[in-house]
Structure formats: structure tokens, C-alpha cells
């Protein structure tokens, strides 16, 4: 008799939901066993998401291309693509604009397909789903898709990435402003800015740095402002790729975060003086941090999101040099400014192009365009997000700890209401924070892509054997 068909729908087509669908395919062809996939997104293109959809090719990774493959068994992968296409051996210490990783990843998913010709198959839906939950039968899940029709399957993958930007800073004078862009990564969202016109933008991370980027330009200034006013600290120019570690050591043994945080100082310094770099110290670091954030008691983690949170991601999260270079020169010739300052209160202009903002220095600017670049913030509670909302509501999820994204099993499994049955519906990525910390980029999701994979095949096909 035929084996049955697994199956499974993966909510997201982004970066992580195109690798957990590449990786799902590759199982089942492993494994020889028949699993169909649906891969479900309201964007019409795969494999970029928030971050490769860019078309502007002064986004760059802010990794080097050596460090950005797909496949965590294969770590040249994504410099052989890159060395096929430019036709000559690529600089795996370069830093590639994002637009063209999200082609590698569509790559990467096109050649599982092929791969998997015969024995299990792709569908690409474009839509959003708006509800997942369990059903009569607790091996199976049923999706509520925005248009009303529904979706029963074996199990689901949950790759919603990084959700709506964090609104809570947005005074009332703004919020329906035509002066104000909410999301910057929505493609085109920056198109209709007016060339004459300054522009401020609130939050002073990865995303200001692009969009500066994209908005610096003679005769306007651009001004950023942050809690803090900390930017991401560059990359070595010539850091070199796979180098091992100067001297690798154990994770700091400390369960306190003020220990925890001298030690990691104390590293840094000791790097500094011994290899003239402070860099390798925090990169060291990057296997340990799920540890270090699991081992710190709950008081600790809220003194960490309240305060040491932007030290670390300033040092952590760093800058391609290029975009290092070409802020620095706007900060120089001042068509750039970032300042310590909280927005207080905006005033829209009598003809609607423009909006006044005070700030808390005392300063009060009048740009054409306000951009919120805060990125992805606050507790799951408060998110607006339908589907986060109706996990929540009908007890298939609850948040992480510290309220931080979905608490999951050590498998990445959502964890239910107390009293309810789990579902059969697992997560990756950035929805995975409170547990794990450390989940947000490429080097943790192509892991936890291929590890879901075979937890999802092993389960759907025992649940349909029975
Ligand atoms: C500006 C920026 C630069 C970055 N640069 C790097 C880098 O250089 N290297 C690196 O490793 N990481 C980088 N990152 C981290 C980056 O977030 C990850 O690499 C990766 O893009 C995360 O992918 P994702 O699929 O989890 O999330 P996302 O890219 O956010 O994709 C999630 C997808 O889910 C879809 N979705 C959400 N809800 C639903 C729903 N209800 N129904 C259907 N679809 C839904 C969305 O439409 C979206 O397409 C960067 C992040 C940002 C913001």
C-alpha cells in the first residue's frame, strides 16, 4: 500500500521559513517518505522577509559572506554560489548587500525542490494566516487563513521573524500623520520622501543605520535619537573569517549579571591588549549566550532588557565597514546627527508637510518625515500581531520568559495553556528570544532549521502510522 502524505504548513516565508521548508524537503528525500509542504506568506517573494528584501545594495550584511551559508554542514555554500555567479573565487570576508542573500536563499530552496522531485512537494500560498490551533484529533492542526477558508494539516512551523515595530514611543500628533513612515522595511515605504526635507528617526540601531544611509544626502540632515543615542560599533575592516579563536575559554561562570558583565569587560580589555582587537572577546562569546541568558536569574534578565541590553547589541550586532565609513563621513559633514533624546510631542504643520517634534534635550525640529526604526520591541502581550493574538487567546501558546516571544520545548515545540493539549505546532527564530536569546540571526536559524526538520518528519510520520 502507498505511504500517506505528510502535511506540513510553515507560517512565514521569510529567511527562516524558506530554510525550515528547504530542510523539511531534504529530510523527507533522506529519510525516503512522501510530505507535502505548504509555505505561506502575504509577500509575493520568498526567502526575504524583513531583512532581504532591500533593493538598495548599500544594505549590507552585517556578516561577512564566509559566515552566511545556509547549510550549518556546509559552511562555504553561500561564497561557492557567490563565486559561481560573479564567475571568479569571491572574498569570503566581504560584505554582500542583503538584496542578493535573498536571491541565495531562493536558490537554496529551488535546488531542495528539484531535489525532492517525486517524492515531496512545494506550494507557495500568498496570504496571511490569522489563527493556528488544534483540532478534534490532537495529532493534527487547523489554520484560519485571512480570506476565511482553513487549512488541516500534520503540523505547522510558526516563522513569523520580527514582527510589527515597536509603537509605544508614538506620540498621538504623529500616529496618522502622512509625515510619518511606521514601517520602514515595507517595500517602497521610503520612496515618497521628500529630497528637500530633513527627517528624523527614532532609534538608533542597525535599521537608522540603513536608512541613513538610504536618506543622507546634500541639503537635508538627518536627525537620529535614541534612549541611549548608543550605534552599532563596526566590524574590524579585515576580520578575518573562520580565524579561531585567540584564546577560547569557558563561558563565564558567573549566574550574576554584574559579574557576568565584568567578565565579559574583563575579556575584551585582556583581547585588546594581547591582539590590539576587543571584537573576538564578544564573538567568543556567541555559542554560550543562550547559556549565559538561561543561567541568569529573572530579576537579572529584567536589569539586562532595562539597561546593559543596548551595551551588548552595540557590540554584538555590528556594522559591515562600508556602512561604518559612510556614516562616519555623514556625522562629519553633518548631514547627520544622533543624539540621547526621547520624542515628547508632535504638532503636524498647517499644510500636512511637515510635523514639529519636541524632544526631551529640549530641542524641538521640524522635519517632513518621521521614520521609526526602534525595530521589533515590547512583550507578546502587547503585540497587535492577529495570529500571535489568537495563539494566546485560545491557549496554544503562551509567552516566553520575561514575556519575551513564545515559550517553547528544547525542540522548539510550542508550549500550551496550563491544562491544555499541545498542538502540534513548533516555532524558530525570533519568536523563540525569551528561551533561548540568542535565535535571531542566519548562524542560529539555519541550525534550528535542520534540527526542526527531523523532529517534524519523525512526528508526523509516526502520527500517521498509527
Ligand atoms: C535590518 C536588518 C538586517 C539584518 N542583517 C542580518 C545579517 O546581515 N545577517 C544575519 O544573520 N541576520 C541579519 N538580520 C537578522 C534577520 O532578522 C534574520 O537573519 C532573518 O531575516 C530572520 O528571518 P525570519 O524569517 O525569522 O523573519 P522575517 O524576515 O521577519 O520574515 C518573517 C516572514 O513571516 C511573514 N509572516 C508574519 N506573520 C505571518 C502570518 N500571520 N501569515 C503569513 N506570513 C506571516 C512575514 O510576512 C515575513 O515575510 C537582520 C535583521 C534586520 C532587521
Do not use: K
Not at 151 to 178: I, K, T, Y
Not at 254 to 262: C, F, K, N, S
Not at 333 to 342: C, G, I, K, Q, Y
Not at 400 to 417: F, I, M, S
Request: proline residues 6%; positive net charge.
Amino acid at each position: 500500500m502507498a505511504e500517506e502524505t505528510a502535511r506540513v504548513v510553515v507560517v512565514g516565508a521569510g529567511a527562516a521559513g524558506t530554510l525550515v521548508s528547504a530542510r523539511l524537503l531534504d529530510s523527507a528525500v533522506r529519510a525516503g517518505r512522501r510530505i507535502s509542504v505548504d509555505l505561506i506568506d502575504p509577500a509575493r517573494c520568498t526567502g526575504r522577509g524583513l531583512a532581504y528584501a532591500t533593493a538598495d545594495p548599500r544594505h549590507l550584511l552585517n556578516v561577512p559572506a564566509g559566515r552566511m551559508s545556509a547549510l550549518p554542514a556546509d559552511g562555504d555554500d553561500f561564497v561557492r554560489w557567490l563565486s559561481r555567479r560573479a564567475g571568479r573565487p569571491f572574498d569570503p570576508g566581504a560584505y554582500v548587500p542583503r538584496g542578493i542573500y535573498g536571491s541565495y536563499l531562493v536558490d537554496v530552496l529551488r535546488r531542495s525542490v528539484d531535489a525532492a522531485e517525486g517524492i515531496a512537494t512545494l506550494h507557495r500560498r500568498c496570504t496571511r494566516v490569522v489563527a493556528v490551533g488544534g483540532t478534534a484529533d490532537a495529532d493534527r492542526v487547523r489554520l484560519r487563513l485571512r480570506e476565511g477558508g482553513t487549512l488541516d494539516a500534520d503540523a505547522a512551523v510558526c516563522a513569523l521573524g520580527n514582527l510589527a515595530p515597536g509603537r509605544g514611543w508614538v506620540p498621538e500628533g504623529l500616529w496618522r500623520s502622512p509625515c510619518f513612515v511606521d514601517d520602514p522595511w515595507h517595500p517602497g515605504a521610503l520612496d515618497g520622501i521628500a529630497g528637500d526635507r530633513d527627517v528624523l528617526l527614532v532609534g538608533t540601531g542597525l535599521t537608522m543605520c540603513d536608512v541613513a544611509r538610504t536618506l543622507c544626502a546634500p541639503g537635508r540632515t538627518v536627525h537620529a535619537v535614541s534612549r541611549q543615542g548608543l550605534v552599532p560599533l563596526p566590524h574590524a575592516v579585515a576580520a578575518p573569517v573562520g580565524a579561531p579563536a585567540v584564546a577560547p575559554g569557558p563561558v563565564p561562570a558567573h549566574g550574576d549579571l554584574a559579574q557576568m558583565r565584568r567578565e565579559v569587560l574583563r575579556r575584551a580589555a585582556q583581547y585588546r591588549r594581547q591582539h590590539g582587537d576587543w571584537r573576538p572577546a564578544i564573538d567568543e562569546l556567541r555559542p554560550h549566550v543562550t547559556e549565559m541568558w538561561q543561567r541568569l536569574s529573572s530579576a537579572d534578565r529584567e536589569r539586562f532588557l532595562a539597561g546593559t541590553l543596548r551595551e551588548w547589541e552595540v557590540s554584538r550586532h555590528r556594522l559591515a565597514p562600508a556602512t561604518d565609513r559612510a556614516l562616519t563621513e555623514s556625522l562629519r559633514s553633518e548631514r547627520l546627527t544622533v543624539r540621547a533624546a526621547e520624542v515628547i510631542a508632535a504638532r503636524a504643520g498647517e499644510n500636512g508637510r511637515s510635523v514639529t517634534v519636541n524632544l526631551s534635550d529640549g530641542r524641538s525640529i521640524t522635519v517632513g518625515t518621521v521614520v521609526n526604526c526602534v525595530g521589533t520591541e515590547g512583550r507578546t502581550r502587547e503585540l497587535a500581531d492577529p495570529l500571535v493574538r489568537s495563539l494566546l487567546d485560545s491557549g496554544t501558546a503562551v509567552p516566553g520568559p520575561q514575556g519575551l516571544g513564545l515559550d517553547t520545548t528544547a525542540e522548539g515545540r510550542l508550549v500550551p495553556a496550563a491544562g491544555r493539549p499541545a498542538a502540534p505546532v513548533w516555532t524558530l527564530g525570533q519568536l523563540r528570544r525569551g528561551n533561548l536569546w540568542e535565535t535571531t540571526a542566519v548562524p542560529e536559524i539555519r541550525v534550528q532549521a535542520v534540527e526542526l526538520a527531523d523532529v517534524i518528519l519523525d512526528r508526523v510520520h509516526a502520527s500517521l502510522s498509527v
